[in-house]
């Protein structure tokens, strides 16, 4: 077993770490630096749990190599911030607002794949958002709502670039109040974070 002591740039820092040359990049970000919304879910590349952000790109950190992430900026949910605002991205609001969220096991791969999707730029039609998140599985068949939590957050994005977007009403959004937007997110992120003390 080779041992090496790399450098990786994630969520905004470096991070030293010493790793197999044989280890995935899920199992650095969970087990060495305690990423926990990076999930074991396949373990294959199907399902976008372990999903993470490489250079703006989604990946199933399961099947890749840490190795082969040096050099490249790696995001996960807790590196997340809408930096403008210092708050959680309109993907994040959108989520909870839409109530995209149940068990919260596949959140985080969801909300990677949005922030992508969102990052394109582009006025994706519903069926073309289907069709883009076809690589991450919700176990508890929340898709309308995710649907519509990234349709959501690509109008933010269209309406920042003046591009006219029109989105289909939604049948499940709630106006959260105020003083519960900060308890209903220490509960998302604890779900996302498997941390049921907290929920």
């Known amino acids: 077993m080779s041992k090496k002591i790399i450098t990786l740039h994630v969520n905004g820092k470096d991070r030293e770490v010493m790793i197999d040359e044989r280890e995935s990049l899920y199992e650095t970000l969970r087990n060495e630096l305690n990423l926990t919304s990076v999930k074991k879910g396949c373990e294959v590349g199907e399902c976008g749990a372990c999903s993470v952000l490489l250079n703006g790109r989604c990946v199933d950190s399961c099947i890749y190599l840490t190795m082969w992430a040096v050099g490249k900026d790696i995001v996960t949910v807790e590196g997340l911030r809408d930096e403008e605002n210092d708050d959680i991205t309109d993907v994040q609001k959108e989520f909870i607002k839409e109530a995209a969220v149940q068990c919260g096991f596949c959140t985080p791969g969801f909300i990677l794949k949005a922030v992508e999707i969102v990052g394109h730029n582009k006025p994706y039609t519903r069926d073309e958002i289907k069709k883009l998140i076809t690589g991450n599985l919700c176990r508890c068949t929340g898709y309308m709502n995710i649907v519509t939590a990234i349709e959501h957050a690509i ?30 997110l220490e509960s998302l992120l604890a779900m996302q974070n498997n941390d049921v003390t907290k929920i």
């Open 155 to 184: 109008k933010h994005n269209m309406d920042k670039l003046g591009v006219p977007y029109e989105v289909m009403p939604s049948t499940t959004s709630f106006d959260v109040p105020e003083d519960e937007k900060d308890k209903m």
